[in-house]
């Protein structure tokens, strides 16, 4: 073996700050995949207890929309634990129906299911069923049923039927999600071509892609219903428990659809909670 062959001092020292700094690399690189999803988890979920002073703040926070509806989730699971303090800040709650954010508006017409002590809140119920979004007007009728009122049955019943999605502007479809295709909230189902460019058209609801109206390519206006969506479970689930308490006799027929299996993709635990509405609207009914 020559003397060139034997590692110096200095080269055995260069050798094991590389280790190092590869092993430094490793270790920040397995933080970084620990710590982002935690950061962006932190970030989106709604369940972190938020101490009054944050959640006081978080109510205010007109910049950040999801601060806004984090508070919301957590004064809903306060009231439905009992604790009166939330009332502090029913105020400022009533005060976000007119919020031009639909993200919040939504949480807030469940939220606003909460409390069926507060005839402010039930009061604020009914303008939501106007709603331009069909997800704050469900949630809202689902929220007026806990007050006893059936003043969104329509609505509740447009729950267990197909959804007409609605061209926003005239143009060239182009993307169509293919037939059978699961859909929540803000899915992008379509695309279409417009003269300022390309237009996405999300999902306004949860369903699946039933069929669609308008070939690919096809020219569209603004206003055309362009697909049909199947209703998602578990919005037919919620709307079939409504009924329980608030659904009459002529409604029977929506449901025994789902009594009979007509509609695809359901649970047997969909089934048969249509099965115990028709026979409650049925004994309420022959009650009568």
């Known amino acids: 073996m020559n003397a060139h062959s034997i590692p110096s001092t200095d080269d055995l020292r260069l050798a094991e700050a590389r280790r190092r700094r590869a092993s430094l690399l490793l270790i920040a690189t397995a933080v970084l995949f620990v710590l982002v999803p935690f950061l ?6 709604f369940g972190r207890t938020l101490p009054d002073e944050e959640l006081g703040r978080y109510l205010a926070d007109e910049a950040q929309p999801r601060h806004i509806q984090h508070a ?11 604790d009166r303090s939330v009332t502090r800040w029913y105020p400022r709650v009533m005060d976000l129906t007119a919020s031009p954010h639909p993200e919040i508006r939504i949480t807030l017409a469940w939220v606003l299911g909460a ?3 507060a005839e402010e809140f039930h009061q604020a119920l009914r303008p939501l069923l106007l709603d331009t979004e069909p997800m704050v007007r469900r949630n809202a009728a689902l929220s007026l049923v806990r007050f006893g009122d059936d003043g969104g049955r329509e609505e509740i019943l447009r729950m267990l039927r197909p959804f007409a999605v609605i061209a926003p502007a005239d143009g060239t479809l182009g993307y169509q999600l293919p037939v059978e295709n699961p859909a929540d909230r803000g899915t992008l189902v379509a695309r279409l071509e417009t003269g300022q460019g390309t237009l996405d058209v999300p999902s306004p609801v949860p369903g699946t892609v039933d069929r669609w109206l308008m070939e690919e390519q096809s020219r569209v206006n603004a206003g055309d219903e362009i697909l049909l969506l199947s209703p998602g479970e578990e919005q037919v689930w919620e709307a079939l428990r409504a009924l329980y308490l608030v659904g009459r006799a002529e409604d029977l027929a929506e449901i025994e659809r ?5 509609v695809t993709g359901m649970p047997e635990e969909v089934q048969a909670q249509a099965s115990l509405t028709a026979a409650e609207i049925r004994r309420r009914v022959s009650k009568q």
């Open 40 to 45: 962006f988890w932190r970030g989106t979920w």
């Open 72 to 82: 919301l989730v957590q004064i809903g699971e306060r009231i439905n634990r009992g």
């Open 115 to 117: 409390d069926t002590r």
């Open 258 to 262: 789902y009594v009979r299996g007509d």
